[in-house]
């Protein structure tokens, strides 16, 4: 599947809400700064039918995903960063999301970034990869015979295990990338080192944290 592709469907699944894939995040009256960190082509900030007034952010590595989202929306402003050094000043948003992204960066410094651009009183929504999935994940590789994917899915497995019991992540060997699992005790973790209270979780189909900065 390419690229485009892909954020289309993505597109899709945003836009159905009884799609079993479906998963957004409540945009609140207050909610007059959104950044989507890992946005793709801002399938989740066009599928919110945002107010006109609302100023919508997105962020990602990909370029040809935000070149997709230009094409797709006038509404949301795109800009190209990672998420462990956002390029935005201090108190920039009253609603800060991520889905899925997070467990591909080096967690606590991403953590500690959208708590420095996060206003007093501002939220956040994210879309986290538990245990359960990582487990699925190297058994669905096991069972194929994809030996090399089967050895990432260890470090991965790996890594969520040090982080939870350490706070540390580790690169991956193979490609110096992060990827992790995220457990309730780690997140919370980092999340109250950001500045984060009244967490909560969620893990259901989806694994979703919400919290708001102190």
Known sequence: MTSRAYHLRELAIAQTSDDPRHVMPAIL????????????????????????????????????????????????????????????????????????????????????????VTAPGGDLWLVLHSLDKTLRDLRASLLSGHWKRAAYRSYVLANGALFHVAGRLLPSPLDGHYESFQTDVSISRELRRAGFADIAISAGRHYVVTAQRR
């Open 29 to 116: 009256p207050r909610h007059r700064r959104i950044l989507d960190i890992g946005c793709g082509a801002g399938q989740t900030l066009i599928a919110s039918n945002l107010p006109p007034d609302v100023r919508a952010t997105g962020l990602d590595v990909d370029f040809e995903a935000l070149r997709l989202g230009r094409e797709l929306t006038e509404r949301v402003g795109f800009v190209a960063g990672p998420a462990e050094h956002l390029p935005f000043p201090a108190a920039s948003f009253d609603l800060v999301l991520s889905r899925v992204t997070l467990p591909l960066t080096c967690l606590p410094a991403a953590v500690a970034e959208i708590g420095r």
